[in-house]
């Protein structure tokens, strides 16, 4: 079992900035390929970024947040993060992480692919 626990929501004007920290446990971080994902009322969960398990220059992240967010992971802490800059109000959502186990150094944009999820942490963009 994979534990993982969200942080760094919360609310932010338009413009602003956030950064998510999700912290693993239970098994070797590095075994994990790790996405983050977010779903706002009414909607589908949807992807936002995904990185491999080495991490480094290996990450992909949706059109609709390129150029504005970053994911990036610290193996050593057992932590994904996601930095997300100039921030819209059509960001606000609950923002998960979710985790992989992957023998290969792929990132993995499939919602249905992963095996661990978080509880989520609430990002709130105001106008």
């Known amino acids: 079992q994979v534990q993982l626990v969200e942080s760094g929501g919360g609310l932010v004007q338009a413009g602003g900035s956030l950064r998510l920290s999700c912290l693993a446990s239970?098994?070797?971080?590095?075994?994990?390929?790790m996405g983050w994902f977010r779903q706002a009322p009414g909607k589908e969960r949807e992807f936002v970024a995904a990185?491999?398990?080495?991490?480094?220059?290996?990450?992909y992240v949706a059109d609709s947040v390129k150029g504005r967010f970053t994911v990036s992971r610290d193996n050593a802490k057992n932590t994904v993060y996601l930095q997300m800059n100039s921030l819209k109000p059509e960001d606000t959502a609950v923002y998960y992480c979710?985790?992989?186990?992957?023998?290969?150094?792929?990132?993995?944009?499939?919602?249905?692919?992963?095996?661990?999820w978080g509880q989520g942490t609430q990002v709130t963009v105001s106008s």
């Open positions: 990185i491999s398990r080495s991490g480094g220059g290996n990450t």
């Open positions: 979710a985790a992989k186990f992957t023998t290969f150094s792929t990132v993995v944009p499939r919602t249905d692919e992963y095996d661990y």
């Open positions: 239970g098994r070797t971080f590095s075994n994990y390929a």
